[in-house]
């Protein structure tokens, strides 16, 4: 087996889904590499005490907009110590890495690996196009789902000859569904939802896109157009968070919503919920957090948009709605009345989306497979 050296620059390392897919990613390729570093371009790092022992993690947090020490020192990396391959989270790091080989002989194998597909503002639209135009020959682009591929390719004008699909996936070993029933009877005891509530969890930080204040109307509907009294977990935190907070106090339904905050562990959660949801109205690419509730066993209910089509078969795992509020209801109501088991959407998500598919993928693409 050719062992190689691999680089990977990331925005930064907070609780996020193409962070842990990073850590995730690296830590399996250990036994396939020769070395491995992780470089930050933030000093908002919460995630870095997770990188696998052995990967080494630098931070470069840029301290002004024209801060080019970062820049000088992923050069003076590359020129020291030759990686084979640097591995760019989103196109931003990409464009730091571009800087940073200006004028150098040597270029390593430079892979974009790319978590996003709509964007929230104008600027960071037309920012991508300029990215897109930064291009080499030999630039090469890994999509986490081919709508979002298909999407990129349309907008950006990319060659579709640069694009692979690898598929985010996850540990289906470590989130699995509890058997005993014993955490969802102690997590619901401690939040105050009777044990024979109907629950709704929905993870993802309070971010505009996420559409929280959708989730929370949504809910009212479900109570008093539909009568089903459930409650609505929300997991996260963020900017938005005391705009969530008058929110529910305004709802009139407020007792039904429940705010855990951010959760190191979302297991025990998932593990006390019926159906895991979310009601993004753009951004959603291939949601890490949807994947690791259906391996938790829990029924999915996603708004369409990014890769949702490709994780969720109606009927079969869960139901796919639109951003508005009475299609939400509607599809929790199905949800909750529907008849999947948690082993069998368990098997869903390892069939589909366990952890050793993706590796295997990278490894191909990195060319570390035997």
């Avoid at 995630?47 to 990967?55: C, F, N, Q, V």
């Avoid at 989103?90 to 040597?106: D, Q």
């Avoid at 104008?122 to 999509?143: C, G, N, P, Q, S």
Wanted: proline share 5%.
């Amino acid at each position: 087996m050719n062992k190689k050296k691999i680089l990977y620059i990331t925005p930064a390392l907070p609780v996020g889904g193409a962070e842990r897919f990073l850590l995730s990613l690296s830590g399996a390729l250990i036994p396939d590499t020769d070395k491995q570093w992780i470089i930050s371009l933030s000093n908002v790092n919460v995630l870095a005490p997770e990188i696998t022992p052995g990967i080494e993690f630098i931070a470069l947090p840029r301290r002004s907009k024209f801060d080019l020490k970062p820049v000088k020192e992923i050069r003076r990396l590359i020129k020291t110590e030759q990686p084979d391959i640097v591995f760019c989270i989103n196109f931003f790091s990409y464009f730091v890495l571009r800087c940073a080989l200006f004028g150098l002989r040597y270029k390593p194998r430079t892979i974009i690996s790319y978590h996003s597909t709509e964007h929230v503002s104008r600027k960071e639209h037309w920012l991508h196009h300029l990215y897109a135009r930064l291009l080499t020959k030999r630039d090469e682009i890994v999509a986490v789902s081919q709508r979002q591929a298909d999407y990129t390719i349309r907008t950006y004008r990319i060659p579709r000859r640069k694009f692979d699909v690898v598929l985010n996936c996850v540990d289906t070993d470590y989130w699995k569904p509890d058997t005993t029933g014993s955490v969802r009877s102690r997590v619901r005891q401690q939040l105050g939802i009777p044990e024979d509530a109907p629950v709704i969890i929905l993870t993802a930080a309070f971010r505009p896109e996420k559409n929280h204040a959708g989730g929370i109307r949504a809910l009212k509907l479900l109570h008093e157009k539909y009568n089903c009294r459930a409650y609505l977990l929300l997991v996260g935190d963020g900017v938005l968070r005391p705009a969530i907070e008058a929110a529910v106090l305004g709802s009139g339904i407020s007792s039904y919503i429940k705010l855990a905050g951010l959760q190191k562990d979302v297991r025990p959660f998932y593990q006390a919920a019926d159906i895991f949801t979310l009601v993004s109205s753009r951004v959603e690419t291939f949601s890490i957090a949807a994947l690791e509730a259906m391996s938790c066993g829990l029924t999915e209910v996603l708004t369409d948009v990014g890769g949702a089509a490709e994780m969720v078969t109606p009927g079969v795992n869960g139901f796919l709605c639109v951003a508005e509020d009475d299609s939400i209801a509607q599809n929790w109501l199905k949800g909750l009345n529907s008849d999947f088991r948690k082993e069998d959407i368990h098997a869903y998500a390892y069939t589909h989306f366990r952890k050793e598919k993706m590796v295997s993928s990278y490894k191909k693409i990195f060319g570390l497979a035997s």
